[in-house]
């Protein structure tokens, strides 16, 4: 019988790449992480002897802890969690049942971290499309602590320099675009989110973002979005915050409900 307070794989999937998702701490020890360095979408390590260091932090939300097979790490952590006052879970089957179901992980070593567990990313001021998309995928699947720099486009590289953050969709660096792809296709495949919901939205963004709205129909409407939402915002992280609920939108639409019309009237009687 189930334990009350587990997650399966699958619910937890669900779960991921939407606002509702829950914080996820990974608590595996060094020897099996390191057999396989890769975390679930969004979550981040901690070790478990620690656990109730992050009581403060996680007071008022909903976690989920992971560890490598769903037994005693992940169950005792959220079991002291819990006593806490926190509403815990923890991952049914833990990173093995992840992989056995071919759900995507993040491999570490693609996620530029810094010294404070976190990512800090540089581009051009004034987003439209690829600009709003990266920093999505990126605080919805890989960093949800992610911090972003919009500054001038001459100065995107020395900024990088200076503050020790990663630019991304700017010329002669690794997170831009590649032959007739954006840097969200970049940044989908280096951190191996390989899922249909994923690769359906790149293709919008894909024709978006290079003017190719013959790739999707959904193309010219996010454009339209896009550059509605560039207009409303002089302030560009206010900008990405309203562009973070266009993009939940377009991704619950590619997962969910592509299948779906809609038409006037919305029901006909024949005589």
Not at 138 to 166: C, G, M, Q, W, Y
Request: charged content about 25%.
């Amino acid at each position: 019988m189930p334990a009350p307070n587990e997650i399966t794989p699958q619910q937890l999937s669900r779960l991921i790449g939407t606002p509702e998702c829950p914080i996820l701490i990974d608590v595996c020890t060094n020897e099996d992480f390191n057999q396989d360095p890769r975390l679930i979408p969004s979550a981040r390590r901690y070790p478990f002897d620690k656990i109730t260091d992050l009581v403060p932090e996680l007071l008022g939300k909903k976690v989920i802890i992971i560890c490598h097979k769903g037994l005693k790490l992940s169950q005792g952590a959220a079991a002291l969690l819990r006593h806490h006052n926190i509403d815990c879970e923890f991952a049914q089957g833990g990173i093995v049942a992840w992989r056995k179901a071919n759900l995507p992980m993040v491999p570490t070593a693609k996620v530029p971290m810094q010294p404070d567990g976190t990512t800090l990313w540089v581009t051009r001021h004034r987003p439209k499309i690829d600009r709003i998309a990266c920093p999505w995928l990126i605080r919805r699947f890989v960093d949800p602590h992610a911090k972003f720099l919009f500054v001038a486009p001459s100065e995107v590289l020395n900024v990088a320099e200076k503050f020790n953050a990663t630019p991304f969709d700017v010329e002669d660096c690794f997170w831009t675009h590649r032959k007739d792809q954006c840097t969200f296709d970049t940044m989908i495949a280096e951190f191996e989110l390989d899922s249909a919901p994923l690769q359906n939205l790149a293709t919008i963004v894909r024709g978006a973002d290079t003017d190719r709205h013959d790739l999707a129909p959904e193309a010219a409407g996010l454009m339209a979005v896009s550059l509605g939402l560039s207009r409303m915002y002089r302030d560009d992280l206010v900008q990405l915050e309203a562009g973070m609920g266009i993009y939940d939108a377009f991704f619950r639409w590619a997962r969910d409900a592509t299948d779906e019309s809609h038409n006037w009237p919305a029901s006909s009687t024949k005589r």
